[in-house]
């Protein structure tokens, strides 16, 4: 079964910066659409950013500027550079994938920013 597993996260100050890892054990060069998502307590889970297999980029208007996802097929990871981290950033950001087989989840990483 294919896996998607996220590191990378973890405690930091506001203002400072994180970087998530999404290793796949599938061929991500065969993906449409590859994405990360976070939900915070009490909220539903939202997008954060995504990126295509052409490469076509988008982000939440909450992280535009700050964040930025990038794709290493030759590697099978997808990766989210984080910067200018906000308290409300802090979430349980998630890595998914999207082909013409189905659509794949990680189990989530933990990130915390704070004040």
């Known amino acids: 079964q294919a896996q998607l597993v996220e590191s990378g996260g973890g405690l930091v100050q506001a203002g400072g910066s994180l970087r998530l890892s999404c290793a796949a054990s599938l061929n991500i060069a065969s993906m449409n659409f590859m994405a990360w998502y976070r939900q915070a307590p009490g909220k539903q889970r939202e997008l954060v950013a995504s990126?295509?297999?052409?490469?076509?980029?988008n982000y939440a208007d909450s992280v535009k500027g700050r964040f930025t996802i990038s794709r290493d097929n030759a590697k099978k990871t997808v990766s989210l550079q984080m910067n200018k981290l906000k308290p409300e950033d802090t979430a349980v950001f998630y890595c998914?994938?999207?082909?013409?087989?189905?659509?794949?989840w990680g189990q989530g990483t933990q990130v915390t920013v704070s004040s």
């Open positions: 998914a994938a999207w082909g013409s087989l189905g659509s794949y």
């Open positions: 990126i295509t297999r052409g490469g076509t980029t």
